[in-house]
């Protein structure tokens, strides 16, 4: 197997593209719509849990802006919208059906994945090489199966509630308070995974920097 090496400057970029092309084939995997406002917000999820549990690392650099409908990739809601009306995406008729792999063509889908597991692990230290694919997977099982994504992304502890309450057009990582904000909402929102898989958690204590520690050991404590 060839060794993959790992850049411990994040100089390789992932693209929400990519984190958004995972979310796809997991969806075709399953047999599950999937429409691009929950395509956004699972991509959207996964960048707060790739940033708190790496220590404040960017899973992506693609600007995050604060839309009337929550926290949006700009990136993505380009390529998903509708020129005429820029929230048209949230609208269930517009799915991505269409733009799924043939199930007859793994090679292509194999390929993709393999292109992104390899940036996946290339933009982290190798002790962290797992961390984006663990992350990404986790929000898959937390919230793949359709959540109201209105009361996890929207409410008055969010990243995205504190920039529109403080006039922000997009989320500014250096502003302390929102990136505080991200980190606990982040944290909270992965807890049922943490909490209740002791396996899960102890690869994460393994991976994760030591200043996150404490926050999950918590999180695990915490269980019922």
Known sequence: ?????????????????DVADVFKVFAHGYKQDINPYKLIKLVYISFTWFYAYSGGRKLFEDKILVATNGPVIKSLQDEYSNETNPDCFASDMWRLENNYPSEQDETKINARLLEIQTKFIKMVPQEMEMLPAMIVAGVWERYGGGKDFKSITHDERSPWHYCRTHGMEEFDFTNQEMVNALQARAFEGSKPLVSYDAKLREKLLNMVPNAVKPTIVEMGQLAS
Do not use: G, N, R, S
Not at 3 to 11: G, N, R, T, V
């Open 1 to 17: 197997m060839t060794q993959i090496e790992h850049d411990d400057k994040c100089a390789i970029q992932v693209t929400a593209k």
